[in-house]
C-alpha cells in the first residue's frame, strides 16, 4: 500500500467545520486552547467530544480535573481564537489577556462568548497524538446565535504547540 500521508493531509485541509474554545482548571493551574477536532457523537444520552493534543498545556491541566468548558466562537471574536491557538500557556498567560469568571468545577468562563457548555468526562480515549475527552453536559448556556469561526478561516495561525 502507498503511503498516504500527504494526500490525506491535503483531503483534510479542503473540510470545515467550526472552532471551539476548551478551557479546564486543576488546583494548580488553568488552561485552554482552540479546538478544531470536536464533535457531538450521541443525542440521547448527549455527548460530546473533544480532542487534545498530548503535547498541549490544555491536555495535562484536563487529565487533573474531570470539567471542561467547551466555548462557540463566532467571526467576530478572531481575536480569542488567534489568542487560544496561537499561544501555549506554557509560555503566555493568555488569561490576563482576556475576561473570565471562574464557572462549573472550578474552570474558566470567558465572558465574552454568550454560548458554552461545562462538560463532566465521562472517558478519556488514546486516539493517536491527541486524546479524546468523552463529555456529557453539565451546564449549557445558549446566548445570542452568531455564524461559527471554522477551520478554514483560522488554519493559518501557527498552533501555541505545533501537533
Ligand atoms: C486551526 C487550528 C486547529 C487546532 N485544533 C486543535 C485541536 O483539535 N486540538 C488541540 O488540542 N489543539 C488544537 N490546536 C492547537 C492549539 O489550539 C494550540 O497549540 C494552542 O496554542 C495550545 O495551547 P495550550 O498549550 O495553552 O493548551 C489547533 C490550532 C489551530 C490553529
Aim: charge should be negative; charged fraction near 20%.
Amino acid at each position: 500500500m502507498s503511503d498516504p500521508g500527504n494526500e490525506f493531509a491535503a483531503l483534510m485541509s479542503q473540510l470545515d467545520y467550526a472552532m471551539l474554545i476548551v478551557t479546564a482548571a486543576d488546583t494548580r493551574e488553568q488552561s485552554g486552547c482552540l479546538v478544531g477536532f470536536t464533535s457531538q457523537v450521541s443525542i440521547d444520552p448527549p455527548r460530546f467530544l473533544v480532542c487534545l493534543s498530548v503535547k498541549n498545556q490544555t491536555h495535562r491541566v484536563a487529565q487533573n480535573t474531570d470539567t471542561l468548558i467547551v466555548h462557540l466562537v463566532g467571526v467576530e471574536d478572531e481575536p480569542l481564537a488567534r489568542l487560544f491557538g496561537g499561544e501555549t500557556g506554557d509560555e503566555v498567560d493568555k488569561f490576563a489577556q482576556v475576561s473570565w469568571r471562574e464557572g462549573p468545577g472550578g474552570a474558566p468562563v470567558l465572558t465574552d462568548l454568550e454560548n458554552w457548555f461545562a462538560g463532566q468526562t465521562l472517558a478519556r480515549v488514546p486516539l493517536g497524538d491527541h486524546v479524546g475527552y468523552l463529555l456529557a453536559p453539565v451546564e449549557a448556556h445558549a446566548g445570542q446565535r452568531q455564524a461559527p469561526i471554522t477551520f478554514q478561516q483560522v488554519k493559518s495561525i501557527d498552533p501555541g504547540h505545533p501537533a
